[in-house]
């Protein structure tokens, strides 16, 4: 008598990109895994967690690539948990913070299968912090903003407007391409000054970091080439770190110079 089969997907955030990064919960619903669903931005080493016998299925989407759009996605989650029972949906930092793991999640309930989630570490507090770059910090930032650099109909967030006004911190992903459009925003208010970093491929081994300021920070990331995927940081905590200080003493010798 064959066992019944009994659907239930679980989304699972891989963290920000070093495989060590996930959670123990994360790779325990690996290891109990029929069926892994896995997004570009993973270390395919995490596939290792999941039993030799479950299929491996790369449904992931780079740079508004039409490939494996997000709708065959949602469907496919449903057709291998009925299929073969977990399916284990893999996605990059955390499921909820711009991984449309919500969506997902509405969509695979919709045929009553049960979903569970496991956050994953996001790389909007991870990255910043392997670079040493605190999101807050007493007397320097009070609180930090997490913004899309682009929207579902491909333009700059209008929020970045009312944050670049504030003493917050800036933590823009998918913005690399919005680049002149967010130092443009910045000079409009004056703060052509403010320290800013690009890190590129963040908690990797690919790891690339670039820091300036506004003003010259386009210079900066065009010269040394940074792309996606890549975390924009900006804000005065970009100057707190150990691995740029050098960068911004240069700044304050040569403002003294002019």
Not at 5 to 32: F, H, M, Q, S, Y
Not at 154 to 183: F, N
Not at 205 to 223: D, L, P
Request: glycine letters at 8%.
């Amino acid at each position: 008598m064959m066992n019944e089969i009994r659907p239930r997907v679980t989304l699972v955030g891989a963290g920000p990109g070093d495989p060590e990064l996930i959670t123990l919960k994360g790779i325990l619903a690996l290891n109990k895994a029929d069926v892994v669903l896995y997004d570009a931005l993973i270390d395919t080493s995490l596939l290792n967690h999941a039993p030799d016998k479950a299929l491996r299925i790369y449904v992931g989407k780079r740079n508004g690539s039409k490939k494996n759009p997000q709708e065959e996605t949602n469907r496919m989650c449903v057709y291998y948990a009925k299929k073969f029972g977990h399916v284990v949906r893999l996605k990059g930092g955390d499921p909820f913070v711009f991984g449309r793991g919500a969506e997902e999640m509405d969509y695979i309930q919709e045929f009553g299968i049960k979903v569970d989630v496991v956050p994953g570490i996001s790389s909007t507090v991870a990255v910043p912090a392997a670079a040493g770059i605190p999101v807050t910090k007493r007397g320097v930032s009070e609180s930090y903003w997490v913004i899309t650099g682009t929207t579902s109909n491909g333009e700059l967030s209008r929020d970045l407007l009312l944050a670049s006004k504030s003493k917050a911190t800036v933590v823009l992903l998918m913005g690399t391409r919005k680049l002149r459009e967010i130092v443009r925003i910045y000079e409009e208010q004056g703060f052509s000054d403010k320290a800013i970093a690009i890190i590129e491929r963040g908690t990797t081994r690919e790891e690339k970091i670039v820091a300036g300021t506004i003003a010259n920070i386009e210079k900066k990331a065009h010269e040394d080439q940074v792309g996606a995927p890549a975390i924009i940081i900006i804000g005065d905590v970009v100057r707190e770190s150990p691995k740029l200080k050098a960068i911004y003493e240069a700044v304050v010798f040569e403002n003294k110079l002019n």
